[in-house]
């Protein structure tokens, strides 16, 4: 099974400064990497798929970079929406496993 | 607009087992597949399985391969699954979520079911 790890766990950034997540893969995972926001009581919700992708909607601050096993997510110009945890995953689609990643949590410095 | 609306939260004895449903709206139902995402408190999100909605076929985690089972109904364009021989380890957020094959990705996702093993 493929095991995603993030980091770090919590970063702590100041409102209007650039925030940067990191992703890992235990294996390649070519491009299969999605990411996700999580606000507390609510559904993740789709950001970044394809790597770099930005789903519909999804500002221009957000954007995904990497491939194989080291992925990327930066949040430039960080507002107050923007605090929350985000997950990245992997998927194969044969076998069929999907896998996440523990969670960043981003707080308000 | 897309909508994936869950059934509501549950209280299950250990042992018992327990049916989340999962209506959609706004997209054609056959055409996607949904699949099964829990979250126990404080842990990482965890894939169950998915329901090619249109044939009908399933594949689950082998985590949950034996105890998980979902089905669909295409009539009332619903989703269900069931897990059974529930433990306190069970407890957890259930979520369903469409599979966007051309982006690869969970586009939608369902509000959650809360499911709660308590003796």
């Known amino acids: 099974e493929i095991v995603m790890t993030q980091s770090p766990a919590t970063l702590s950034v100041s409102p209007g400064e650039r925030a940067i997540l990191s992703c890992r893969a235990s294996q390649s995972v070519s491009s299969n990497l999605v990411w996700y926001q999580q606000k507390p009581g609510q559904a993740p919700r789709l950001l970044i798929y394809?790597?770099?992708t930005r789903a519909t909607g999804i500002p221009a601050r957000f954007s995904g970079s990497g491939s194989g096993t080291e992925f990327t997510l930066t949040i430039s110009s960080l507002q107050s929406e923007d605090f929350a945890v985000y997950y990245c995953?992997?998927?194969?689609?044969?076998?069929?496993?999907?896998?996440f990643g523990q969670g960043t949590k981003l707080e308000i410095k | 607009q897309v909508q994936l609306v869950q059934s509501g939260a549950e209280v299950r004895k250990p042992g018992a087992s327990v049916k989340v449903s999962c209506k959609t709206s706004?997209?054609?139902?056959?055409?996607?597949?949904v699949h099964w995402v829990r979250q126990a408190p404080g842990q990482r999100l965890e894939w169950m399985g998915w329901?090619?909605?249109?044939?009908?076929?399933?594949r689950y985690s082998q985590k949950f391969q034996g105890r998980v089972t979902i089905t669909r109904d295409t009539s009332a364009t619903t989703a269900y699954m069931e897990l059974s021989s529930l433990t306190s380890e069970d407890t957890a957020v259930y979520y369903c979520a469409r599979w966007y094959n051309g982006d690869g990705s969970f586009d939608y996702w369902g509000q959650g079911s809360l499911v709660t093993v308590s003796s």
């Open positions: 394809g790597a770099s």
């Open positions: 706004g997209y054609a139902f056959t055409t996607y597949a």
């Open positions: 995953q992997q998927y194969n689609n044969w076998p069929p496993m999907y896998t």
């Open positions: 329901i090619n909605a249109g044939t009908g076929t399933t």
